[in-house]
């Protein structure tokens, strides 16, 4: 099981990545705030749920990079090099996009027993 003070530290770099959605940062402030209350176990299952339904499997992420929505949000050229990347982390066996949301949020999964 890995040490509160790890999860504690995950969440935060959670909640100050770039790439992680409004959803996910307001669960784990949520947890934080919560924590050492009697609120805390609710607020644990709260962020579990979101990081649940928003961790992105590598498949989405490279079906996401070879669209054209992925065009409009970067650009062509980026576009091509994150389709790459996703091409490259499947390769690898990785199960999740390993940006800085995605990465905290796999790390807070992996570390679920911790929480609750």
């Not at 992680?20 to 176990?41: F, M, N, P, Q």
């Not at 579990?48 to 989405?60: Q, S």
Request: proline content about 3%.
């Amino acid at each position: 099981m890995a040490r509160k003070e790890d999860i504690i530290q995950k969440a935060q770099e959670l909640i100050n990545a770039p790439s992680c959605c409004a959803a996910a940062k307001a669960a784990a402030k949520s947890w934080l705030d919560a924590i050492g209350t009697d609120r805390e176990a609710g607020e644990a299952k709260k962020l579990i749920a979101e990081l649940k339904m928003d961790i992105m499997p590598v498949e989405g992420l490279l079906a996401f990079a070879e669209s054209e929505a992925a065009v409009k949000v970067f650009g062509a050229e980026m576009a091509k090099n994150v389709a790459a990347h996703a091409r490259e982390l499947k390769a690898s066996g990785a199960p999740y996009c390993d940006c800085a949301a995605c990465a905290a949020a796999a790390a807070i999964l992996e570390a679920e027993g911790g929480l609750l």
